[in-house]
């Protein structure tokens, strides 16, 4: 049974999901919460399997509260799927760096929403390379002529772990990485999971972020 834990402050939007989640065979909605300050206290009482969290509420926003949740090492099983406009492109880049496992759009087909958060429950990250990587590289764009901020290091990384991150970075699923560097599908998701734990990436999500921001990919490359 996956358990969610449903936050936004609209209340039709907020009870739209939870009808359609708790409408599933394998989907329990276990608590609701309308701001950021009350889904990190609910997901530490309620320790979740998924929190589906708004970007923009009062109090405390989305990108606090997923960065709240996932630092907690008492929910390291809880993952945080973003619900967003998909017009706020800065806001989505920044929950993901704080560790949110991918992002839907309200407008999304009901078995979208559903598929998201399944998804996401079983360790995925939901990301569409395209969508993914062209809202990043937008962000990077932007960032550029911005006040600077520290880049994430790989001086700690081997070059094949380098190469497995740059393949990642692309989209490239753990199978595809083994084929295109002539490894095991094991070995590929050995090195995927040691370059998360080197950068300190809490999903896939935050491998993309990290090998733009380090320069490893470039914008239109």
């Given at each position: 049974m996956t358990r969610v834990l449903v936050?936004?402050?609209q209340a039709l939007i907020r009870t739209a999901v939870r009808d359609?989640?708790?409408?599933?065979?394998?989907i329990e909605v276990v608590g609701e919460a309308t701001d950021g300050e009350e889904?990190?206290?609910?997901a530490a009482a309620l320790r979740p399997d998924v929190v589906v969290c708004d970007i923009r509420m009062p109090r405390m926003d989305g990108?606090?509260?997923?960065?709240?949740i996932c630092a907690d090492p008492a929910l390291g099983e809880t993952r945080v799927l973003i619900l967003t406009t998909?017009?706020?492109?800065?806001?989505?880049v920044a929950a993901l760096r704080a560790g949110a496992s991918g992002f839907i759009g309200k407008g999304a087909e009901p078995d979208e929403i559903v598929h998201a958060v399944l998804t996401v429950d079983e360790g995925g990250a939901l990301l569409s390379p395209v969508a993914t990587r062209a809202m990043i590289?937008?962000?990077?764009r932007r960032a550029a002529t911005a006040a600077p901020r520290d880049a994430p290091s790989l001086a700690m990384l081997t070059e094949r772990e380098r190469e497995v991150l740059a393949l990642v970075a692309r989209g490239r699923s753990n199978d595809e990485v083994a084929a295109s560097l002539f490894i095991s599908p094991h070995t590929a998701k050995?090195?995927?999971k040691n370059t998360m734990l080197k950068l300190g990436a809490h999903d896939r999500a935050q491998l993309v972020i990290a090998a733009y921001e380090?320069?490893?990919l470039v914008p239109g490359e």
């Open positions: 936050v936004d402050d359609l989640l708790d409408a599933q065979q394998g889904a990190v206290a609910l990108i606090e509260a997923t960065e709240r998909f017009e706020e492109d800065d806001y989505v590289e937008k962000y990077v050995t090195h995927v380090s320069g490893l």
